[in-house]
């Protein structure tokens, strides 16, 4: 008998264990544009634009290849806008009595599945390097669960930038080569524009009618929208910005949002790129001598290191993950974080590009937007959906832990052995944002100062039993003891003050 083969706007994947289990004879692949999952948080129109053409276009790749396909647009009359609905209605059309998946890449999927109307078979989502399982063994028994360590794994069990059991250039990790700041009049080449086709096109106006007045823009839209698009876009990135990427990987510069970053991030995710193709494709660039090792090594480690790593916290740690908040930190999100309206001018240029373009590089997302969130003491959950709506590589399985616990440490240190915390100090290093700002990165108290240099002393200050112990934090506390005391004093009211202004909605 027929059998449903659900996939999910983020499993455009050839290569997909549903697919694998079914049988082109008699099965029904079923996908469906739902608002169950546009409205689940109000993701940013340009992400939905993005992930409706891409799935447009995997259904008729998939019927091309010979499966029947039942699409579901989000405009169809009949649509239950669920994708339980959507399965039990295709059950009733098909007479299918079962219906078999790949593990959705969000608990609240996997728990709306498992009570679907229909009985829906999982299979393990194997487009990941590292299974549950291994990263279950790896972690069993270890008192901090590090990246760097978890990394070594996977180089060692992919072979990439080996030299037989050592790492090749003898070093495992480069990063120390890439934090350079960039030199005046840098222009990147930026990521690769795809102009959009007639189904691109008509999905835009689906989403700007629905979602047009959310947040985010859909002009310009440039994304690639099919797995051709994304194979250019990857040799491009491969071709013009990876020879740059490890040196300039940490810098941030105002008009330029997109640096040497690769900006596969929503194509990997959504499954239109796998991690293997693109490592092998960076390691290929390094070994013909196209791309020095920092550059090849840094990359790779963000897919096969951070990318899994994080997938692997996520599953391990289980549903309560996006509900802790060990910093008891309750301020709400303010409004500027909707609006781009702050005299904050990195903050102003990182989520300006954000509603723009539903990206930010790694760095705006951590050190300006994330730092401020936990030194002025955002709620992590109103901060953790915000970056699930407003970015389009944004779904709860690699969004919570880098939020949760990279960025706000509300995981108590799970993922990060200390806060990302810093004052404007870092982000004047690696940036040239301060040169415009209203504030004044080197005024530490008084009119004009820099709210990342109060709001830090004050963080270290609120949370000093939790912190002042970690060997890692003890030259900042000993910083702030020997400052005098009135001076101490100035500085917390005057962190005081700016958050009156936050609670107040005033300007800041
Ligand atoms: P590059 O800088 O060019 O990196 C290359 C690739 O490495 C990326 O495409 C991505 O696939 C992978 N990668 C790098 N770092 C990470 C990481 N920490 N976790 C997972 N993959 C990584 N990434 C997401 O994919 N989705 C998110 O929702 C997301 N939220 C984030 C929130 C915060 C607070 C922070 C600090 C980071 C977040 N990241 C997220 C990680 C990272 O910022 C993005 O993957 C990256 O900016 C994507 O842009 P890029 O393709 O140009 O990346
Ligand atoms: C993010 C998203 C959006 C906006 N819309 C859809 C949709 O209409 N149909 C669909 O199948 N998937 C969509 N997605 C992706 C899912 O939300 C994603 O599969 C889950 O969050 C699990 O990662
Ligand atoms: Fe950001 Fe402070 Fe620099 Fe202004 S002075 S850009 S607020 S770090």
């Known amino acids: 008998v027929t059998r449903l083969i659900l996939v999910l ?12 289990e079914g049988d082109k004879d008699r099965d029904v692949v079923v996908m469906a544009e739902v608002q169950a999952e546009t409205d689940y948080v109000p993701h940013h129109p340009r992400k939905i634009a993005f992930l409706f053409a891409a799935m447009r276009k995997h259904a008729a790749r998939l019927k091309a290849d010979g499966w029947t396909v039942r699409y579901t647009c989000l405009d169809d009359a009949e649509n239950t806008h669920s994708i339980p609905g959507e399965l039990l209605r295709a059950a009733q059309a098909t007479g299918a009595e079962e219906a078999i998946g790949t593990k959705p890449g969000e ?29 279950e063994d790896w972690a069993e028994g270890r008192k901090e669960l590090r990246m760097e360590w978890f990394y070594r794994e996977m180089r060692r069990k992919t072979d990439l930038m080996m030299d037989g059991d050592k790492p090749a250039g003898g070093k495992w990790n480069y990063d120390h080569d890439n934090r350079k700041k960039a030199p005046k009049g840098l222009t990147p080449p930026g990521p690769l524009r795809h102009a959009p086709d007639k189904v691109t096109e008509d999905v835009i106006e689906l989403v700007r009618a629905r979602f047009g007045n959310r947040y985010g823009s859909l ?49 990997i995710n959504a499954g239109l790129l796998g991690w293997r193709e693109v490592c092998d494709a960076a390691e290929a660039a390094w070994k013909s001598g196209d ?48 609006t781009g309206d702050t005299d904050m001018h990195c903050m102003s240029q990182a989520i300006t590009t954000t509603m723009q373009e539903a990206y930010a590089h790694h760095i705006q997302r951590l050190m300006v937007t994330g730092n401020f969130a936990i030194l002025a003491g955002l709620n992590p959950q109103d901060v953790s959906d915000w970056y699930l709506v407003v ?118």
């Open 9 to 20: 706007g983020d499993q455009l994947s050839d290569d997909l264990s549903a697919l694998r």
């Open 107 to 135: 608990f609240r999927l996997i728990a709306a599945l498992e009570d679907a109307p229909i009985p829906v078979h999982l299979f393990p989502d194997d487009r990941f390097l590292c299974s549950h399982r291994e990263f």
């Open 219 to 267: 002009d310009d839209f440039w994304f690639a929208t099919d797995r051709d698009g994304a194979l250019a876009s990857l040799a491009h990135f491969i071709d013009v910005s990876l020879p740059t990427f490890g040196d300039y990987q940490d810098a941030m510069v105002t008009g330029q949002p997109f640096m040497f970053h690769a900006l596969l991030s929503p194509y």
């Open 291 to 338: 791309v020095p090792i920092n550059a090849a090594e840094g990359f790779i480690r963000q897919i096969i290191g951070w990318r899994e790593y994080i997938r692997g916290i996520y599953f391990r740690e289980g549903p309560d993950y996006t509900s802790r908040n060990v910093l008891k930190a309750d301020r709400p999100l303010p409004e500027f974080y909707w």
């Open 391 to 508: 970015y389009a590589d944004a779904y709860e399985w690699v969004e919570a832990p880098n939020v949760i616990g990279m960025s706000q440490f509300a995981d108590g240190g799970v993922v990060a052995s200390k806060p990302y915390v810093s004052g404007g100090n870092y982000i004047n290093k690696m940036s040239d944002y301060c040169k415009t700002c209203a504030y004044s990165v080197t005024t530490k108290t008084g009119d004009g100062a820099c709210p990342f240099n109060l709001l830090y002393w004050d963080f270290l200050n609120r949370h000093r039993e939790r912190f002042q112990g970690n060997p890692r934090m003890a030259q900042m506390y000993r910083t702030w003891d020997r400052m005098d005391e009135d001076r101490r004093g100035t500085v917390l009211a005057d962190a005081a003050a700016i958050l009156s202004e936050l609670d107040a909605g005033n300007r800041i």
